[in-house]
């Protein structure tokens, strides 16, 4: 019912900077917490940032003060901003959105009703 796309990843140095983009399609954008996720190989799938239908924004303690997360409701969009990439940053980054009666936060990747294919962010030292 719900589809997303993530576009943006690519190879950088450390220090560098990305912006992700996500766009949402399918049925309403209304009400629903937008989050993004992160998983290195054989790593469990890692909180980023997320943000709520109000505005809200929440970031993982690794990335706050880097990384920004921000939407567009009208367009359906979700950026993630990534400034002063680590090597450790390195990951499938994963745009995800909630169900619209969600009222969580949206910290887990249990609280996620849908998923986008990911993109491939790498970062060189």
């Known amino acids: 019912q719900v589809q997303l796309v993530e576009s943006g990843g690519g190879l950088v140095q450390a220090g560098d900077f990305l912006r992700l983009s996500c766009a949402a399609s399918?049925?309403?954008?209304?009400?629903?917490?937008m989050g993004w996720f992160r998983q290195a190989p054989e790593k469990e799938r890692e909180f980023v940032a997320a943000i709520t239908w109000s505005g809200s924004t929440y970031y993982a303690g690794s990335v706050k003060g880097r990384f920004t997360i921000s939407k567009d409701n009208a367009k359906k969009m979700v950026w993630l901003q990534m400034d002063r990439l680590k090597p450790e940053d390195a990951a499938v980054y994963y745009c995800?959105?909630?169900?619209?009666?969600?009222?969580?936060?949206?910290?887990?990747?249990?609280?996620?009703?849908?998923w986008g294919q990911g993109t491939q962010v790498t970062v060189s030292s």
């Open positions: 995800a959105a909630t169900v619209t009666t969600y009222t969580g936060i949206g910290y887990r990747a249990d609280d996620y009703a849908y």
């Open positions: 399918g049925r309403t954008f209304n009400g629903r917490v």
